[in-house]
């Protein structure tokens, strides 16, 4: 997998606790993926002005594959 990650300290805005969490980054940092404890999935989008990400047919199965992974582990 084409998939960054690393641990970082996250802000939960729903509680306002400054949390550890696993966040992933695909497509060169773009995507940024991350679970919260609660068992919600993250997805935020690095793009200035709102702009689309373009993925490719690997980016998109490595992004789906992970999901499923994240939304697994969750449950």
């Known amino acids: 997998m084409n998939i960054v990650f690393g641990v970082y300290d996250q802000y939960n805005g729903c509680d306002g606790v400054m949390s550890k969490s ?6 060169g ?5 991350w679970a919260e404890g609660s068992g919600a999935i993250m997805l935020k989008v690095r793009q200035p ?7 490719g047919e690997v980016e998109a199965l490595e992004l789906g594959e992970l999901l499923v992974r994240l939304a697994k582990e969750g449950s």
């Open 22 to 27: 696993t966040v992933y980054e695909l497509a």
């Open 29 to 33: 940092g773009e995507i940024v993926v």
């Open 49 to 55: 002005f709102g702009d689309p990400v373009e993925l």
